[in-house]
């Protein structure tokens, strides 16, 4: 949803907290000057820092939470490495990241320089993610079934980006005065709110996984 949306998320944020004054003002000519650089740039640090998680998490994951073997003679689980946590830690981590950066989306973001830290944490929980999700769901259902439970997986972001994508072109469609791109708070806090609920319950549900999985993986 973010990914899809930053370029109308940054056209509804003021460039400047003093809205009133700022020549940046929603609407005016400086705000529309200055916000066709901030969405590049935006954009540009979403896959910046998608690109950096993906890069750092993998070797990082292999050092301190190697994936396990299974010994095909014996039938048990054996680890290559030391290993010294479990890879679930990786997406638990994603999800405390992401409802925070969210949470903070909807009540702390009124500048467009308060985003930057949004997305920043979408892209790197993004790509930390789906860079140890593989080998998760291959260590919890073992080679078998791995590629088909991993495909199923995968519907999660497909059936995830539109429904969110509607919820949030829904609300700012509400919020919005005539035709012009809804902007203010109003336009993104309640889908934001949801959206951090949702990561909330993402977060509790790992965190289960994580107690009764992280001897596997």
Not at 137 to 166: D, M, Q
Not at 179 to 192: A, M, R, S
Request: aromatic share 10%; proline share 5%; glycine share 8%.
């Amino acid at each position: 949803m973010v990914m899809s949306n930053i370029g109308t998320i940054v056209l509804g944020v003021p460039v400047s907290s003093d809205i009133s004054s700022s020549p940046g003002f929603p609407g005016t000519s400086a705000h529309r000057d200055d916000t066709s650089s901030t969405a590049p740039t935006q954009v540009r640090l979403l896959s910046l820092s998608n690109t950096l998680s993906r890069l750092i998490t993998g070797p990082l994951a292999d050092y301190l939470a190697p994936a396990g073997l299974l010994n095909a003679t014996t039938g048990l689980l054996h680890f290559p490495s030391h290993r010294r946590f479990s890879r679930l830690l990786f997406p638990l981590l994603a999800a405390l990241v992401l409802s925070l950066s969210y949470f903070w989306m909807a009540t702390g973001v009124r500048t467009q320089q308060d985003i930057y830290a949004v997305s920043l944490a979408t892209g790197a929980s993004y790509g930390m993610v789906f860079t140890v999700l593989p080998s998760v769901i291959g260590a919890l259902w073992l080679e078998k079934n791995a590629g088909r439970n991993y495909g199923l997986v995968l519907y999660a972001p497909f059936v995830g980006t539109p429904a969110f994508s509607y919820l949030y072109a829904f609300g700012a469609a509400l919020q919005k005065d005539g035709d012009e791109i809804c902007q203010g708070v109003k336009c993104w806090k309640g889908t934001f709110a949801i959206a951090a609920t949702a990561m909330v319950l993402t977060l509790a549900l790992t965190a289960m996984l994580w107690k009764r999985a992280r001897a596997l993986v």
